[in-house]
């Protein structure tokens, strides 16, 4: 005879340690708008990150959300400092879901999903970066993402069908047959259940396993969430993981639609690469952000649930590297003013979730807080690829100024660099003139040294 008094206090403690472990991991996470978060990675908005690691660097291929989606790729030696680098392919303005595989050739192959057909198209490259020739339309898929099995060699793409399944293509693999990667031998629809498949398919492969993991729910909702299924055969059965997502919101914390991801492994860890909403436009399929965090299987091979963070990775803990010193971090502002939510002091708190903004001129401010010799000065905006006009300036006195760099008379794009100039000063100065929609600034950098 069951002593329901005995199964109702094992519930009811059972409850208790998950609330209790739940509100410990929301607790030790940082709050949405701390200072040195590194979620998000990248300044900006930018969506469905691919992940390379190849010819000893890191890249991250996104979407990256705006009106003109200009394809780029972000560039790091050490996951710690990274530069963006604009692929010089133009006319493609519904560029999303890069995924790119250097091939036995030596060629990079850069395949794209595009917007106006919602098919996967391929570039080929001489350089991660370019330069590119088109080749065109490879496959039907939608958001394909190619995959070298580890265990076989076989290159494949994994990728959406019009029905919202998932897909998969065997690309041809003799590098010296004059379809390598751009011709499909073989396609198929992995046989599985694929609990709420959306799309954004990924493959890790794992003692054995290929893991099948994918983007649920919506892309424009903040339930937008990230699951998996697993088999002994890449083309299956597959039967499906937990129920429950492995990575989702955390309305808490103000992280909202995790999805369309990628994962790498370091030093036999593995991380996975996501993007999330912006939470002051969430729910939105549009303003995203990359973020890194952790990724864990357990004693059953499973993928255990993902934790999403603010505070993200720290890898100058893993790899050495360090970031140079910003004499603008978390020092004193002004500004003409902001919109709410959007503090001046957003603009040096070294967190690119944050940011200031006023609306389309404005000024910011920053005091550097003693005389120093200033040898580079790096905005970062919101958009990579909208134009602004504004002028940097420097002063000793916070009264007389000088200029460092005008950008007032013909626009610049948002990620342009500013040329590196020597100047010695205590104050830093940032005046729009007219930007896309508001005076915006994730972040402002300031890099020298203080003067003797």
């Not at 979620?39 to 959300?65: H, L, Q, R």
């Not at 590297?321 to 919109?339: D, I, R």
Request: hydrophobic letters at 35%; proline letters at 6%.
């Amino acid at each position: 005879m069951f002593n329901f008094n005995i199964i109702t206090r094992f519930c009811v403690l059972s409850f208790l340690v998950n609330v209790i472990f739940f509100t410990s991991s929301i607790a030790q996470d940082k709050h949405y708008e701390a200072p040195g978060n590194h979620n998000p990675v990248i300044p900006g908005f930018f969506a469905d990150p691919s992940f390379v690691a190849m010819d000893g660097k890191y890249y991250i291929y996104p979407t990256t959300v705006s009106k003109y989606m200009e394809p780029v790729v972000w560039v790091s030696d050490d996951l710690v400092n990274w530069n963006v680098h604009h692929l010089g392919i133009t006319g493609e303005h519904f560029f999303w879901a890069p995924s790119v595989l250097k091939g036995k050739n030596e060629k990079y192959y850069l395949y794209h999903t595009s917007g106006f057909d919602f098919k996967c198209h391929l570039y080929i490259g001489e350089t991660p970066t370019g330069p590119w020739e088109k080749f065109g339309f490879v496959e039907e898929g939608f958001d394909l993402q190619v995959f070298e099995d580890p265990s076989t060699g076989k290159v494949y793409g994994l990728s959406s069908d019009p029905q919202s399944r998932p897909r998969i293509v065997e690309f041809e693999n003799d590098p010296d047959d004059p379809g390598y990667l751009t011709k499909v031998v073989h396609e198929a629809s992995p046989e599985g259940p694929f609990f709420d498949y959306t799309e954004g398919s990924f493959i890790v492969y794992r003692n054995g396993w290929y893991y099948l993991m994918y983007s649920g729910g919506k892309c424009g909702d903040v339930t937008y969430n990230i699951r998996y299924a697993r088999s002994r055969d890449i083309y299956g059965p597959y039967l499906d993981g937990p129920k429950h997502a492995i990575l989702e919101q955390v309305p808490e914390k103000n992280i909202y639609g995790t999805g369309h991801h990628s994962v790498f492994m370091l030093n036999d860890e593995y991380y996975i690469v996501y993007h999330r909403q912006d939470k002051y436009n969430a729910p939105t399929c549009s303003e995203r952000m990359v973020c890194i965090d952790k990724m864990e299987f357990d004693a059953e091979g499973h993928i255990k649930k993902i934790t999403p963070t603010n505070a993200g990775i720290d890898f100058s803990e893993i790899t050495g590297a360090e970031k140079p010193k910003n004499l603008a971090l978390g020092k004193e502002t002004t500004s003409s003013g902001n919109a709410k939510g959007f503090e001046p002091d957003y603009a040096v708190d070294g967190n690119y979730g944050t940011r200031w903004m006023h609306g389309n001129s404005g000024s910011f401010s920053v005091d550097l807080g003693t005389v120093s010799n200033i040898e580079r000065i790096v905005p970062y905006f919101l958009y990579y690829d909208y134009f602004n006009l504004y002028r940097i300036k420097t002063s000793m006195d916070n009264q007389n100024w000088d200029l460092y760099f005008d950008q007032s008379k013909i626009a610049q794009k948002g990620a342009s660099s500013v040329p590196p100039k020597k100047a010695k000063a205590r104050y830093v100065k940032i005046e729009f003139v007219r930007g896309p929609s508001a005076a915006t600034l994730c972040e402002l950098e300031v890099y020298g040294s203080p003067a003797k």
